[in-house]
Nanobody
Framework: QVQLVESGGGLVQAGGSLRLSCAAS????????MGWFRQAPGKEREFVAA????????YYADSVKGRFTISRDNAKNTVYLQMNSLKPEDTAVYYC?????????????????WGQGTQVAVSS
C-alpha cells in the first residue's frame, strides 16, 4: 500500500503561482511512477503531468506545457507540481497518483494509488 497526501492548494490570482506537494508513505516510493491529475466541477478527471521513478521521463498535458513543472525527491518521498502563469481554467481539485505497473503514463487507469486531492482556485 502507498498513502498519498497532497498539499499546497489555495486561491491565487490569474498569472500567479502555486507549488503542490504530494507526500508518500508505505511501500518504496522510488519504485513508482507518479502523476498529477485534476478534476474541475462538472468535468471528467484529466491528466496534468507524470514523471518516471528516476525522473528521466516526464509527460505534460498540452494545456499546461511550459507553465507547469513536475519533479520528485525520492529521498523525501515527495513529488511536486510547480504551477506558474496560472489561468482561471486551471481551477480544479488536483490529485497525485502512484503507478507501480508502468514506467510512466498519462492514463488514470494505470495508477494504483490516489491521494484525496487539494483544491486550486484561480481568480480572473
Amino acid at each position: 500500500q502507498v498513502q498519498l497526501v497532497e498539499s499546497g492548494g489555495g486561491l491565487v490570482q490569474a498569472g500567479g503561482s502555486l507549488r503542490l506537494s504530494c507526500a508518500a508513505s508505505g511501500r518504496t516510493f522510488s519504485s513508482y511512477a507518479m502523476g498529477w491529475f485534476r478534476q474541475a466541477p462538472g468535468k471528467e478527471r484529466e491528466f496534468v503531468a507524470a514523471i518516471s521513478w528516476s525522473g528521466g521521463s516526464i509527460y505534460y498535458a498540452d494545456s499546461v506545457k511550459g507553465r507547469f513543472t513536475i519533479s520528485r525527491d525520492n529521498a523525501k518521498n515527495t513529488v511536486y507540481l510547480q504551477m506558474n502563469s496560472l489561468k482561471p481554467e486551471d481551477t480544479a481539485v488536483y490529485y497525485c497518483a502512484a503507478a507501480g505497473r508502468v514506467g510512466v503514463s498519462r492514463s488514470a487507469d494505470l495508477y494504483d494509488y490516489w491521494g484525496q486531492g487539494t483544491q486550486v482556485a484561480v481568480s480572473s
